[in-house]
C-alpha cells in the first residue's frame, strides 16, 4: 500500500497563495490518477482536483480555474497550487487515489489550509 504525506498548508490572509505538497510511497502512484481533496468543518470530504497519470488534469466547477494539480512521477509527488485564496476554501486537504480505495492507502493526516477574511 502507498503511504501518503501531505504538507504545506498554512494560515493565509484572502486573496493569498499556497503549494500544497503530497508525497507518496512505493510504485502504485505514477499508476494511478491521483486527486485533492478536502474537508471543511462540519462537512462531507469532496474531490477538489484530479490528475490522470500522463498530467491530464480535471477540476471541479467552483474553483473558477484558481487552483492547479500537477504531478511529478519521478518524485512520486503530488501539488497543489491555490492563488486568490478564500475562506471557504478553508479545509484539511488530502491526497489519494481517484477513486480512494484500500487496496491503494489508507489517507493520510492531511494539511490544514486557513484562509481569513
Known amino acids: 500500500q502507498v503511504q501518503l504525506v501531505e504538507s504545506g498548508g498554512g494560515l493565509v490572509q484572502t486573496g493569498g497563495s499556497l503549494r500544497l505538497s503530497c508525497v507518496a510511497s512505493?510504485?502504485?502512484?505514477?499508476?494511478?490518477?491521483m486527486g485533492w481533496y478536502r474537508q471543511a468543518p462540519g462537512k462531507q470530504r469532496e474531490l477538489v482536483a484530479a490528475?490522470?497519470?500522463?498530467?491530464?488534469?480535471h477540476y471541479v466547477d467552483s474553483l473558477e480555474g484558481r487552483f492547479t494539480i500537477s504531478r511529478d512521477n519521478v518524485k512520486n509527488t503530488l501539488y497543489l497550487q491555490m492563488d486568490n485564496l478564500k475562506p471557504q476554501d478553508t479545509a484539511v486537504y488530502y491526497c489519494?487515489?481517484?477513486?480512494?480505495?484500500?487496496?491503494?492507502?489508507?489517507w493520510g493526516q492531511g494539511t490544514q489550509v486557513t484562509v481569513s477574511s
Open positions: 512505493g510504485r502504485l502512484f505514477r499508476l494511478n490518477s
Open positions: 490528475i490522470n497519470p500522463e498530467g491530464e488534469p
Open positions: 489519494n487515489a481517484v477513486p480512494p480505495r484500500s487496496s491503494f492507502g489508507s
